[in-house]
């Protein structure tokens, strides 16, 4: 995937006599509204669904994508409950009914994950289906090609034990931070943001027992990766982490030689290679650690703030990889927020994001909505100057009729 710093798409409308040449040239000169470099991706931005905020009927914060261009969000329908819906090139199906839904990952096969604070659920065009129960409290964050959901569980305790289970079969144990298991804390000392990959691998940011290290760890079914702990060059590491299928992992750090926590960078770990940075520090004004999402060619998408604006991007460039930026315009509203995680970005470079509009002007946000992103590649210079002739010569002919 190649990368662009882009805001939206420029709509160009079709007056009579000067509009097609007026599009044509808009086109060279301004590459769709993109910044026009050859061989660059632009984005288009559709809306998927939209609610007012400070009622009941606003969206989740984490909507899903899968490699089928689907999207799963949710719709409150009381500050409680909201309905789990599948959207499709614009149609959208209700899958179900939970209640404290955040998260909502999807797979290849439109099956959608979630969870209703003390029960974790499945649910596909067949129907709702429950994989996990504590009554202190069940979080879902991911669900694989084969339907396995992993999950964090908490116990009588206050122990957090993760599971994984599909529909039909069995609950099985990954790890745990119970009397000598195999955590002692879990990042901040909260619960567990595990994610899973199509092998079945579960990665999770936490202190081995073993170790008494914090750190980045991929849980196998032969054993336990440490991707990178406080033994190297990093002393401390972000909650949020993300895999993909072969085995690579974002995640953030923030180096030994830094006093503030707030200063982090993010970094790629590729199986059997190691780890190289991202994103550092140093090239941006902030990087978020709110959340990042890696696709299986190891493109990340993640949160940062260069030269005073927050946005969205794709590459550790804050020149060139900015996809999107608060203040931009979308759907008639300005941007004040935008928000990823992981399962968010697809293999073809497409993304689903949620932003929060301010239609009034006036600095608050009036709604929030979800916004699925589709990645076009921008055509070469001598494909949009010949794409310019054949619409000059079309409007010429025109005139002489």
């Avoid at 409950?81 to 404290?100: C, E, H, K, P, Q």
């Avoid at 991929?218 to 336990?224: A, D, F, L």
């Avoid at 440490?226 to 190297?232: M, P």
């Amino acid at each position: 995937m190649t990368r662009i710093a882009n805001n939206q798409m420029t709509q160009f409308p079709t007056r009579r006599g000067k509009s097609i040449l007026a599009f044509a040239f808009c086109i060279v000169f301004a590459g769709w509204g993109a910044s026009f470099v050859r061989g660059e991706v632009a984005y288009e931005f559709t809306k998927v669904a939209d609610r007012p905020i400070g009622n009941a009927g606003n969206l989740g914060l984490f909507p899903g994508l899968n490699n089928n261009n689907q999207v799963s969000y949710v719709v409150r329908s009381s500050l409680t409950t909201g309905d789990i819906m599948r959207w499709d090139s614009g149609a959208s199906v209700n899958l179900g009914t939970g209640s404290f839904i955040t998260q909502v990952p999807i797979n290849d096969a439109g099956a959608i994950a979630f969870d209703n604070g003390s029960k974790g659920y499945v649910a596909d065009d067949t129907g709702v289906v429950e994989l996990f129960s504590s009554s202190r409290g069940v979080d879902v964050y991911g669900i694989n090609a084969s339907g396995d959901v992993v999950a964090a569980l908490e116990n009588s305790s206050g122990n957090y034990e993760v599971r994984t289970r599909r529909a039909g079969g069995s609950s099985r144990r990954i790890f745990s931070d119970a009397s000598n298991s195999e955590y002692l804390t879990y990042g901040s000392g909260g619960p567990p943001s595990p994610d899973i990959n199509a092998s079945g691998d579960v990665v999770a940011r936490g202190t081995l027992r073993e170790t008494f290290r914090d750190g980045i760890h991929i849980h196998t079914s032969s054993g336990i990766i440490t991707v990178d702990d406080t033994l190297g060059p990093l002393r401390r590491f972000g909650n949020i982490v993300d895999i993909n299928d072969s085995g690579d992992v974002a995640y953030y750090g923030t180096p030994d030689d830094q006093i503030s926590s707030a200063v982090r960078d993010l970094y790629l770990y590729t199986s059997g290679v190691g780890s190289s940075i991202i994103a550092d520090h140093s090239d941006f004004n902030s990087i978020s650690e709110a959340g990042m999402v890696i696709n299986n060619h190891g493109d990340v998408l993640f949160n940062a703030t260069a030269g005073g604006v927050a946005g969205l991007f794709i590459g550790g460039n804050p020149a060139t990889d900015r996809v999107l930026s608060v203040g931009a315009t979308l759907d008639g509203g300005v941007a004040t927020s935008l928000l990823v995680r992981e399962g968010m970005l697809n293999d073809a470079g497409n993304f689903v994001f949620t932003a929060y509009l301010d239609d009034n002007m006036d600095g608050t946000a009036d709604r929030n909505a979800v916004f699925f992103a589709s990645a076009t590649a921008v055509p070469e210079p001598s494909s949009l100057a010949l794409f310019a002739m054949t619409a000059f010569v079309f409007v010429k002919r025109k005139r002489r009729r």
